[in-house]
């Protein structure tokens, strides 16, 4: 895999696991078995797989340690929902959020959001990750630690790719991972939701690979020149762009794209908001998710503010008045969340 990986198990494909434990004196039998103990188990050390003989478990945790990060800390909120911070030493050390979703709070499904990047280098200034900018991306063996250590949390029914750092400018990284959650998790395209704003060129290469996953955009506004102000690394990338790239991604993959919107109170809100956004999408087969903004602590002097229920409500039915149907993701499980603005409950996506 990867250069930058360390060498861990997480960091090797199945058949590079094999030739690791043949060099360790193991059968590739066992390098099958300890595979399978950490991705439909969550194993994160060989101490428990009874299955291998116990000299081959301490040489394997000697030579070759199944993933590089640690949990730095953990919150659960009264709903089960579990916050992880995780830490990553590789080139640069850097701290990752993961969010399990218990299917309680989800709906039917059990969900884990997981980070592509440590901090984003897109900067929208309304999300807690854009304030940070970007730390370094993520190698394929540390997005694939984040859904180890959330299987270790229970069993796993979805993915949502919504928390730190921007996919599609971490993708070849990203889709080597979710190729592993796919083929060894087991976890179907359907059942993984990547979001991103949506770069056209990007989009347009990825789709006639037929990847194994959902896609959801964050348009956020109908405007052009807001746009421009919200997604600051999208400047001058027309929306029409980006919504007949989706266009293609449907033509071309058969899924359905979903459109995520943060409502911003006083900036993107307005009923005038909610009748262009419908033109935008207009005589297309496009569900929207309203994401009512979560106040991010750093932006002291915020703008904004997070609309109430019943503004939320009048956007909502605008909306549907004009043939649009949008799911309101309100956060729960926010006591969780001490410092992010974004890995919360709202993330999870319908459990369908
Ligand atoms: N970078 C990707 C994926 C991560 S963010 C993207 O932007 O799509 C996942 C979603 O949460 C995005 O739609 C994003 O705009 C939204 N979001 C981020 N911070 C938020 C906040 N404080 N309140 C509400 N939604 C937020
Ligand atoms: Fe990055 Fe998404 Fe946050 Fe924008 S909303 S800064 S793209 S993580």
Same mark, same amino acid.
């Given at each position: 895999?990867?250069? !930058?990986?360390?060498?861990? #198990? ?26 399978? %103990? ?5 194993? $994160? ?34 709903? !089960?929902?579990?916050?992880? #911070? ?69 069993? @796993? ?5 919504? !928390? ?49 996953? %959902? ?10 020149? %807001? ?8 400047? !001058? ?25 943060? @409502? ?25 998710? #309203?994401?009512? *903004? ?35 993701? *309100? ?11 974004? $890995? ?9």
């Amino acid at each position: 895999m990867g250069t !930058g990986d360390a060498l861990t #198990l997480l960091a090797l494909t199945p058949r590079e696991t094999e030739q690791a434990f043949e060099r360790l004196g193991a059968r590739p039998f066992h390098a099958r078995i300890a595979r399978a %103990q950490v991705f439909e188990h969550g194993a $994160l050390d060989y101490a428990a797989m009874s299955a291998l003989p116990k000299e081959l478990r301490a040489r394997l945790a000697e030579e070759l340690p199944i993933a590089s990060g640690s949990e730095v800390d953990r919150r659960v909120a009264a709903d !089960g929902t579990t916050k992880l #911070l995780l830490r990553f030493p590789g080139a640069k050390a850097v701290d990752v959020e993961t969010v399990h979703l218990p299917p309680s709070t989800s709906g039917k499904a059990a969900t884990l959001c997981v980070s592509s990047q440590a901090g984003c280098p897109v900067g929208c200034p309304f999300c807690a990750s854009g304030l940070l900018g970007l730390a370094r991306n993520l190698e394929s063996a540390e997005i694939l630690e984040q859904y180890v250590r959330g299987r270790a949390l229970g069993a @796993l029914s979805r993915s949502v790719v919504m !928390g730190m750092g921007e996919p599609l400018l971490n993708y070849e990284r990203l889709a080597r991972a979710l190729d592993v959650v796919h083929d060894e998790m087991g976890l179907g395209a359907r059942a993984i939701t990547v979001s991103t704003v949506g770069f056209p060129d990007r989009l347009r290469r990825i789709a006639p690979t037929k990847p194994r996953f %959902q896609l959801a955009i964050s348009l956020h506004t109908p405007d052009q020149e %807001q746009r421009d102000l919200l997604v600051p690394a999208m400047r !001058g990338v027309p929306l029409a762009e980006i919504v007949a790239a989706a266009d293609d991604w449907f033509e071309q993959t058969g899924r359905e794209v979903t459109y995520e919107y943060a @409502l911003l109170g006083g900036c993107n809100d307005s009923a005038g908001h909610a009748e262009r956004l419908a033109r935008l999408l207009a005589r297309r087969r496009a569900s929207v998710n #309203l994401i009512p *903004w979560n106040p991010v602590e750093s932006a002291e002097s915020s703008p904004w503010k997070r609309p109430d229920e019943a503004g939320v409500e009048r956007f909502r039915s605008t909306l549907a008045a004009r043939g649009i149907v949008a799911t309101v993701r *309100w956060s729960k499980g926010v006591e969780a969340d001490a410092a992010c603005g974004q $890995l919360r409950l709202r993330h999870a996506a319908p459990a369908s």
